[in-house]
């Protein structure tokens, strides 16, 4: 039995985390920290665990945690995850972190898009986990850097086009929808219900998003060589979701029917990814509380271009659902252990 800790136990990721971890065979959560509710039960904190998780949240002490546990998720923001995953190597543990602190290569890249990286050293050493793509080099890591949710639709979506050269990478446009639980649990005005109710917005317009240099990174790892996209997020008045609708220009003509092969014969055994039939696109509603990811493919005739629909769970496969099958990668258990749920419908 795997001894977990859930750092960051407060967030919405941090309760997917437990709601995910409370059902897996293999695991015992033993520890959960937050550190506005430091002394308060988990429970009290989400009374949706109430009688099944009641375990009381500490303070974040990365050596004391290490020594009641054998791997340890931190669902911090960015900044804080580094500042304590360091500690928890070197005390031998495993760590999945759920912020973008290790997700890009370059501690430069990550400096113009968040401020100057506290370890860099750790980059090298960090694999990105998107299993659909990294599985091998997953089952032999200590440090996951989990994939964002807009970057885990994109790059899902569009890895059987790049790495079948069969798209300008020039051409690449993604228009992206995220509940707004993807902003996270803080109090923040944008977020409040009087402001999104009955809205419909983009946010981050002009190449400002700062999921941008992490699918750039891993879109071009795909291409062989380095592109750029033009990607806008948009937020949506529902509590989960996110849909990525992606436009690109084939290199050569090729009909609907043949993408959907493609796509069939690319995910072909992928537990979590659901090739739609020719001439169906998902919903968000398809996947709500499970870790699939729904795809969609076609050709707009009267242009030509490619269109992809992706849709995934932005608090399940886009983060705690993801986390959780890294884990049973690096751990050497079942991919799908603790995963294979259903979406919740309606």
């Known amino acids: 039995m795997l001894k977990v800790a859930v750092v960051g136990a407060s967030?919405?990721?941090?309760?997917?985390?437990?709601?995910?971890?409370?059902?897996?065979?293999?695991?015992?959560?033993?520890?959960?920290?937050?550190?506005?509710?430091a002394g308060k039960p988990v429970s009290a904190v989400f009374p949706t665990l109430r009688g099944r998780i009641d375990l009381v949240l500490e303070n974040l002490e990365p050596a004391g945690i290490s020594e009641k546990v054998d791997v340890v998720f931190t669902a911090l923001p960015h900044k804080a995850a580094m500042e304590v995953v360091p500690t928890f190597l070197k005390m031998g543990k495993d760590v999945v972190d759920l912020s973008a602190d290790y997700r890009l290569r370059d501690a430069?890249?990550?400096?113009?898009?968040?401020?100057?990286?506290?370890?860099?050293e750790l980059l090298a050493q960090a694999v990105y986990g998107l299993p659909e793509l990294r599985r091998d080099v997953i089952r032999e890591a200590s440090l996951i850097a989990n994939p964002g949710c807009y970057p885990t639709s994109t790059i899902l979506g569009l890895a059987p086009l790049l790495k079948n050269k069969l798209i300008d990478p020039k051409s690449i446009i993604v228009d992206a929808k995220s509940g707004v639980s993807g902003a996270?649990?803080?109090?923040?005005?944008?977020?409040?219900?009087?402001e999104v109710n009955e809205g419909f917005k983009a946010y981050g317009v002009g190449g400002v998003h700062r999921h941008i240099?992490?699918?750039?990174?891993?879109?071009?790892?795909?291409?062989?060589?380095?592109?750029?996209?033009?990607?806008?997020?948009?937020?949506?008045p529902m509590d989960r979701g996110i849909l990525a609708t992606i436009y690109s220009t084939p290199l050569k003509g090729v009909t609907a029917a043949e993408l959907v092969e493609l796509y069939q014969?690319?995910?072909d055994g992928e537990p979590f990814v659901r090739v739609l039939p020719e001439g169906s696109?998902?919903?968000?509603?398809?996947?709500?509380?499970?870790?699939?990811?729904?795809?969609?493919?076609?050709?707009?005739?009267?242009?030509?271009?490619?269109?992809?629909?992706?849709?995934?769970?932005n608090v399940v496969k886009g983060a705690?659902?993801?986390?959780?099958?890294?884990?049973?990668?690096?751990?050497?258990?079942?991919?799908?252990?603790?995963?294979?749920?259903?979406?919740?419908?309606?």
Not at 108 to 120: D, I, S, V
Not at 188 to 194: G, M, R
Not at 287 to 313: E, H, L, Q, Y
């Open 11 to 37: 967030g919405y990721t941090g309760v997917e985390l437990l709601r995910i971890l409370y059902a897996h065979p293999e695991v015992a959560v033993t520890c959960v920290t937050s550190e506005q509710n």
């Open 108 to 120: 430069e890249t990550y400096g113009l898009w968040y401020e100057k990286h506290m370890n860099p």
């Open 184 to 194: 996270g649990r803080g109090a923040k005005v944008d977020n409040l219900y009087c």
């Open 213 to 236: 240099p992490e699918i750039e990174q891993e879109l071009s790892l795909l291409n062989g060589s380095p592109l750029a996209i033009s990607f806008t997020p948009h937020l949506v």
């Open 265 to 267: 014969a690319c995910y």
């Open 281 to 313: 696109f998902p919903s968000t509603a398809q996947v709500r509380g499970s870790n699939f990811c729904d795809i969609g493919v076609t050709v707009d005739k009267r242009t030509g271009r490619i269109i992809v629909v992706s849709a995934i769970d």
């Open 320 to 346: 705690s659902g993801q986390a959780v099958q890294n884990m049973n990668l690096m751990c050497g258990l079942p991919e799908t252990l603790g995963l294979d749920f259903l979406p919740i419908f309606p």
